[in-house]
């Protein structure tokens, strides 16, 4: 059975940081691509970030960039979605999805990808 648990959620303030985790299950990890996309109350869910099975490569919406890292560790099957400068926008349920391929390159495509964990709330006061 394949499982994506998010961790690492919670409120905070303006300004500061979290580091989300993505831990996954049940699947070949390094033969999956990874996104994080995020869903704010009332509003679409959208892409955030995306990184290569290998690590290699990423890309950033435009909103996460300079602010947000991704980055994987294929040993410990895990994802992660490093947030600095976090601003009250940012306020949303932030998912980790894993997409299997062939190629080593990343998608920002909701449909692409596979499996889906239960998301992380991430709360951002002002």
């Known amino acids: 059975q394949v499982q994506l648990v998010e961790s690492g959620g919670g409120v905070v303030q303006a300004g500061n940081s979290l580091r989300l985790s993505c831990a996954v299950s049940?699947?070949?990890?390094?033969?999956?691509?990874m996104g994080w996309f995020r869903q704010a109350p009332g509003k679409e869910r959208e892409f955030v970030a995306a990184?290569?099975?290998?690590?290699?490569?990423?890309y950033y919406a435009n909103f996460a960039k300079g602010r947000f890292t991704i980055s994987r560790d294929n040993a410990k099957n895990t994802a992660y979605l490093q947030m600095n400068s976090l601003k009250p926008e940012d306020t949303a349920v932030y998912y980790c999805?894993?997409?299997?391929?062939?190629?080593?390159?990343?998608?920002?495509?909701?449909?692409?990808?596979?499996?889906w964990g239960q998301g992380t709330q991430v709360t951002v006061s002002s």
């Open positions: 999805a894993a997409d299997f391929t062939t190629f080593i390159t990343v998608t920002t495509k909701i449909a692409d990808y596979d499996y």
């Open positions: 049940g699947l070949n990890f390094s033969n999956y691509r």
């Open positions: 990184i290569s099975r290998t690590g290699g490569s990423t």
